[in-house]
């Protein structure tokens, strides 16, 4: 039987996992091939759900953004999210469409990360007697633990400002008086709670989008070059945006 083997990032890739070796004499009846996804596939699947969670990233930005435009401004934004799309959608549909796309993106984000870390370390044939402090999975490690991080801040924040529970406001129709009141500066812990949250949110950006563009075809020298920049300058952007607003509430520059 013929197998396929590409081989994609240090990730050994098997089109198609054949369970019956061709030396092998049994009589028993042979076991259909497994299927499985192929490592490219997964790699695909990741660039394009981290693409649309990048998306979604730099929209939210924009909008937290408003906020300094004025509090009604905020609000007035805040409302529209719930009417984008009607009279076509009814009220708040779009928003609901919106939470599912995202969910199904973070799953299958997160589901092709872990298949593919686990093909990772199988395709290692012996697992390295000694292993150095600094090496190549140093990225993938900081990945992992990022992503558990950021999964944890958004369950957090989506109980803090959107569904008002752990809010000391927890006003669904004033979402600016919510940020105003997370971030005073007798609440200085949610404030550094949401600056590491954050910086964790730009590594694995700048981790992720270096991947992606790599993985879309940016694989020459310069191409790589060129990747590591737009991915550092995507980053620091989120990471200035998001950060201005709850430090801007600390300081006091919005009240
Ligand atoms: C300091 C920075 C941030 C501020 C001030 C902020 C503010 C807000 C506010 C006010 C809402 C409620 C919107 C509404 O229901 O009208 C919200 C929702 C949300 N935020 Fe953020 N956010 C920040 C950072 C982030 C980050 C870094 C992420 C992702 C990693 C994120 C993901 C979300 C999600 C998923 C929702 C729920 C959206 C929905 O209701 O469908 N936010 N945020």
Redesign the pocket.
Known sequence: MKVTVLSVDRVAVDTVDTAVRPTQTSTAPKAKPKKRRSSVGLKLLMAGTGLLLVLF?FA?MAG?LKIFVGGDAFDHY?HW?RDIGTPLLPHTWY?WI??AV?TVAVLGHIAAAVILARRARLARPVRYAHRPKVQGSYAARTMRWGGVI?LL??IF??LD??TGTVNPVGD?RH?HA??VADFAPSRWYVTLF?TL??VA?GFHLRHGIFSALRTLGQQSPRGERRARTIALALSLVLVVG??S??FAVTIGAIK
């Open positions: 990233l939210h937290n805040a999210l928003l919106q939470r995202l950021i801040f958004v924040h989506i400002l959107t669904a979402p919510n940020v949401y949250a954050i949110v998001y950060l607003v709850p």
